[in-house]
């Protein structure tokens, strides 16, 4: 079901007082076209198509094996003008929506656009301020289908979109390659209620099933039995908590375990079942944490079960109560593997954010014919993985969260399989992923690193006519070495 | 999973001061040999084996076609003494264990008896206590097998055992008639947990799923919700309130229905998701009602999913969860219904109850081959259905619901299908059910009642030598007609 957060932070006045860097976000407003918008419970996310014109450096070598003569250059370099297609997705709360929306109207140059595509529950409320504001005419798309056409999209044209979570592994992300062929896939969203979606196609999906135990019944029920109103901090609660405090478990009734219906002794049999007899005061972390194994289990066990039913191998999850929350993850991902004794993994999506956003905006720009091209994340543009995670880095959440970004460039010739391979299907290439390898990623770090003043020196001799050379090199030097240590921090 | 009211009332001193009535509980307890105990969270089932001897009068009418004299007797009564096989089965709560083991050792007489079987949950926790008081020796038999072995035995041998629940029929229950394949079927059990148990065969069966989620989340949710600690009274809180204002409903995000999707505006879409975001204070009966509704449903799928799995359309619903509350039978049989679509029908079962009892008892009297025999339903030592339920009429309760009985006959040969049948299963017989045919019982009732002088005159007629015959009569008259009325009031 929608996004439930939907009240949350509405309530807050809105936050005029924020200034955008017009560097760092909505860049290429100038050029943009095609607006597309999703609005959630408490989140926003805005989607634009815009043309990038950037120069591209082609250098040529030089023979030099046939005479070497000093002095002669040894590479010739032309500078051209190229553009590229660029798709800018921004997310940012809800509280900040109208700033954003004045920011875009100050900022948009193009003025060919007439329609904004709108999904998502908040797309009625804001329907006049939109309006307004930007004086686009809001067109409403259908929820489900913008979620499952944004979810195909990245599917098919991301590079590791979907991954699995591991807590106790070497690497917690382990990254799924791509497949040629996406369909048929579970897809169970988990906002304030939960959906089932089956998927089989492009256009052909169906909702089979759905739970109003959700995001919306941790949010609810935590907020009754805590007292605590917002939902990241009952997160953080339930991380700290005990559950087995408040849950009767098996071997709370027999003991031990039920060995002859293989039933483990820590298996819970009844959550909150000590609280109904019990006087104590429980406290809130083991109260949040129950409630959150309850939840989760319920959710892994009807995600099995649908997945069985219609004999589907591939599950992802999304909706706000993922939304890269390790420790939501991490219950999903247990309940999976127990209840499918490791048949079905739980998988996650790295921009599961913003699967409505990019649906609704490729609603709007079918005559640009998006599906025909091939896409790839420019990761200059966009926000890590981590960053929407309240949990490993909240000063960091803090200050990132609030404007989260994915960029897209247009690749110059769709994406095919290698024409000569056998069975595409089960090729795979020998690369080695830096992200899970912390071995290879620290020594080709280090080749990184050390190579570096060579590569500088070579950069200044290039241009011996530019008195600026030395000190452009240098800043290179710099922005690329903090490149290089933000990788080996967070190589996500 | 098993009962979890374990901790309910046992904390309670036990109530030693109540007399027991020897007439009217444990019957016939002078012969009785062969024990069993099922002792679950707040209740305690006792079965017990023993053999009345009753006179049977046997009549003979004479054939007076051929030749009639006035003073002949019209029929000639020859009183023998039988001896009946009578299976007793008492339901207490668990404050009177001590009482009623006192009891039972005082009118206990026959003394071949070594052995006590026992299951359930509360077996080790009493069982010092009963090996003191009845020095029988307590052997433990498994839970779930005795579960499963009494659920059979009651399917089998007690006609209209299993009922469907239609709130707002012309009668409440509609009794189903007794299948003579009884397999496979799953029987969802709900103590604090759930049990999902297929049962295939009379020895083969096994535990497919189970949830977290049941009669112990209810209570210990609803304890912590409403500061109510009692079950019962949380169901006539959770009956008296509005679900809607505390869940979040389809037409709250959507302004009406999804009709894309197939849901209706009135459909849950995220149970307590009102309280999220929501700063007003909830009423006990909304949240108990909500807490209702998300249990049930939640089970009501659960069950439809492991059904359409296995391929089972014969679907039992039983534990303390359910024991007979209407407002849970009719969550339950509602959830059914919305997710088969129709296609399964929620059963329930008359004495589920005993089950555990009636098992436990049927393994220590395997050498008796009870399951050889046909047995019923002595409606005159049993409680009716609807004393067990605390809502219709909690006044009767709090009297009859402290004993519950069930006593079975054997009868003299075993039942079987009549042998010229062709199709024995497809055979309905041209039968009225007066429980249902609310004018076919007024009519049947007014028969008997406008018969009855007629009854009494011939009956006083028939022996003219006992001078207590009219006064006999009379007292007969007198106990008819309180029956009559009684089955008047309460059909079932």
Request: charged share 25%.
């Amino acid at each position: 079901m929608a996004d439930c957060a939907r009240k949350g932070r509405t309530r807050d006045s809105m936050d005029k007082s924020i200034t955008l860097p017009p560097d760092e976000i909505f860049r290429n407003l100038e050029n943009a076209k095609r607006f597309a918008i999703d609005i959630g419970g408490s989140l926003t996310k805005l989607a634009y198509y815009s043309t990038v014109q950037h120069k591209v450096a082609k250098v040529r070598s030089f023979d030099h094996t046939a005479k070497e003569t000093e002095g002669d250059p040894l590479y010739e370099i032309s500078v051209q003008e190229e553009i590229t297609a660029r798709l800018h997705f921004i997310k940012f709360e809800n509280t900040y929506i109208e700033t954003c929306l004045d920011f875009i109207k100050d900022h948009l140059v193009n003025t060919e656009t007439k329609v904004i595509k709108a999904t998502g529950g908040g797309a009625y409320k804001f329907k006049e301020l939109i309006e307004k504001k930007l004086r686009l005419k809001v067109d409403k798309e259908d929820e489900m289908t913008c979620l499952i056409k944004g979810c195909n999209f990245v599917l098919r044209n991301i590079p590791h979109e979907a991954f699995v979570y591991a807590k106790h592994a070497d690497s917690e992300f382990r990254f799924q390659n791509t497949h040629p062929d996406i369909f048929p896939y579970l897809l169970i969203n988990i906002g304030s209620g939960v959906s089932i979606v089956k998927v089989e196609s492009e256009d052909k999906f169906e909702r089979i099933g759905g739970s109003s135990i959700g995001g919306g019944t941790f949010w609810g029920l935590g907020a009754l039995l805590t007292k605590t109103k917002r939902f990241d901090e009952l997160l953080q609660l339930a991380s700290r908590g005990q559950h087995s405090s408040v849950d009767m478990l098996v071997k709370d009734i027999y003991g031990g375990a039920y060995s002859s219906l293989g039933l483990t002794g820590d298996l819970i049999a009844s959550s909150f079942g000590k609280s109904a007899t019990t006087d104590k005061e429980f406290s809130k972390e083991d109260m949040a944490k129950s409630l959150l194994h309850m939840i989760s289990n319920d959710i892994g066990q009807l995600a099995c079960l649908y997945a069985r039913l219609h004999n589907l191998s591939r599950v992802y999850f999304g909706g706000f109560f993922i939304r890269g929350h390790p420790v939501t993850m991490h219950t999903i991902t247990y309940s999976i593997n127990f209840f499918t004794k490791g048949e079905v993994q739980a998988l996650f999506l790295r921009h599961e954010g913003y699967l409505g956003a990019i649906g609704a905006f490729l609603k709007g720009a079918e005559e640009d014919n998006p599906n025909q091209y091939s896409w790839g994340e420019n990761y200059a543009g966009s926000s890590g993985l981590m960053s929407v995670s309240p949990d490993l880095n909240p000063m960091q959440r803090a200050r990132s969260g609030t404007f989260d970004m994915l960029e897209m460039d247009r690749l110059e010739r769709q994406l095919v399989n290698l024409p000569l391979l056998q069975d595409p299907s089960s090729y795979v290439p020998d690369t080695v992923d830096l992200t899970e390898d912390a071995l290879a990623r620290e020594y080709w770090l280090s080749c990184f690193e050390d190579a570096l003043d060579g590569v500088v020196k070579r950069a200044v001799a290039s241009q011996p006519d530019l008195p600026q050379a030395a000190e452009r090199a240098e800043k290179f030097r710099q922005k690329y070495l903090h490149k290089l240590q933000t990788l080996r921090h967070q190589p996500l």
